[in-house]
């Protein structure tokens, strides 16, 4: 089977004539003659948005799926709480495409918590926390996250994305390193071209490269901050951190986490990769995690010592000039915390759901990289077109999984990725590696 990059060669002539010029025929207007003055010999790709090379670039993935008879897997419109189950249109599925990691999103003290604070608060704070957007609750929730990673104080953002590029954006500059593991998310990248550090990948997981890497660079550099994540959320793998944070303190660098998919996910209670390795909260310099996974709200936080988290509330673009957290958001991922800690058998049944997922797909000889079978699980493909087909063949016999393809992944890599819940029943989980497994051997 030809590589999606095989075909868009194949095919470039044919769909940028059939796509470009005959389906995006009626973006192209005749430009006034003042305009044409104006512009002179400037390309009309530098102020057309239907000829932006990324718009051009998805006219020919989604030609290519028509060719292909394979649809479009997104945007699914999901008709209610999306947990274990959910309804697409009108029918219902298993599904394996939602981070309700615990099952929280819709538990009813979460819903109440969240109706109470609209009816005490509203809907918004209508203003930046430091100007007048301040509100009890925003202040409970971030001293309960502090007292999770038992560090100093937490500040919340409003986007978990925004998290990390405003921290790391802010916090280093162009006379400082960000080495990072390969396969960060996004947001980690983005906040790296935010500050204008030197940016260094080190291999996936590779703590000796790492060090290696400090070794020859780090007198070179005024600060130095390693970043790296929990559950990385396309592998469902996790770093040793202990070895880390040796190598941080020894090259005396910083050293931050992202703990976006390991959250109320690792740790005998849910409290993330410290408490599954046992180590102190404040051997990481820079705890962050999101809120809308585990803890079923919206947003991110960052956890650590006074010094780090008083100078991003009063000096961080993306919290100083941004809206405060939204009262009942707010009150909804409190409640959801409480919740984990009241109740961590949640976390203990997700924990056996994922082990039992992980171990069947195995025996089947499926494919799951390295995945620790915590609450990400991949089941690589190798192929982007041959993923799209069995996401769409599953979806067809009551599964949703996503695919997960290139470019979001090499396309030797492409995948379906499997999120499981505690809510995740094993008939249902015994039902999806079977038809998985059979649909792929018709591949």
């Known amino acids: 089977m030809k590589k999606i990059s095989d075909l868009k060669g194949q095919l470039k002539d044919k769909l940028i004539q059939k796509a470009l010029e005959q389906k995006l025929r009626h973006f192209e207007k005749e430009p006034a003659d003042s305009t044409k003055i104006i512009t002179g010999s400037i390309p009309e790709d530098y102020y ?78 209508s203003a930046s926390r430091p100007v007048s957007g301040e509100r009890p609750i925003h202040r409970e929730l971030e001293k309960s996250i502090a007292d999770c990673y038992n560090v100093d104080n937490a500040i919340a953002f409003v986007s978990g994305h925004a998290t990390n590029v405003t921290t790391i954006g802010y916090l280093f500059g162009g006379k400082d390193l960000l080495l990072h593991d390969e396969l960060s ?39 130095v901050l390693i970043v790296l994540e929990g559950i990385y959320s396309m592998d469902g793998d996790y770093p040793d951190l202990p070895k880390f944070v040796e190598i941080k303190n020894r090259h005396k660098a910083f050293l931050m986490v992202d703990e976006a998919h390991s959250f109320g996910v690792m740790g005998r209670t849910g409290m993330g990769i410290r408490e599954h390795f046992g180590i102190e909260g404040g051997a990481v310099d820079i705890w962050m995690g999101t809120l809308s996974k585990a803890l079923a709200g919206c947003g991110g936080f960052i956890a650590g010592e006074h010094a780090l988290v008083d100078h991003l509330k009063f000096f961080a673009p993306g919290f100083l000039y941004s809206v405060g957290m939204s009262p009942p958001v707010a009150a909804a991922s409190l409640a959801a915390l409480r919740v984990i800690q009241q109740e961590p058998e949640r976390v203990i049944t997700l924990q056996k759901r994922g082990e039992l ?52 992944v090499p396309e030797k890599s492409a995948r379906l990725r499997f999120f499981i819940s505690c809510q995740h029943t094993e008939s249902q989980i015994q039902k999806t590696v079977d038809l998985l497994a059979q649909e792929l051997s018709r591949l």
């Open 185 to 223: 998310h996004n947001s980690i990248l983005q906040g790296t071209l935010l500050s204008g550090a030197r940016r260094l990948p080190f291999p996936h997981n590779d703590w000796k490269a790492l060090d290696g890497i400090l070794s020859k660079q780090r007198t070179q550099f005024e600060r």
């Open 48 to 125: 057309r948005f239907h000829l932006h090379p990324g718009f051009r670039q998805l006219l020919i993935i989604n030609e290519a799926g028509k060719k292909f008879g394979v649809n479009s897997p997104f945007f699914k419109m999901h008709q209610g709480i999306a947990g274990s189950t959910t309804i697409i249109g009108e029918n219902e599925y298993i599904n394996f495409s939602s981070y309700n990691y615990l099952g929280l999103n819709g538990h009813p003290h979460v819903k109440e918590a969240a109706k109470d604070a609209i009816d005490r608060y509203g809907t918004s704070v």
């Open 357 to 408: 997922f992980l171990r069947l797909a195995k025996s089947a000889g499926i494919n799951t990289g390295n995945s620790a079978g915590l609450a990400v699980i991949p089941a690589i493909i190798g192929n982007s077109l041959n993923t799209a087909r069995l996401s769409a063949a599953l979806f067809e016999q009551g599964i949703n999984v996503q695919p997960i393809l290139y470019p979001a």
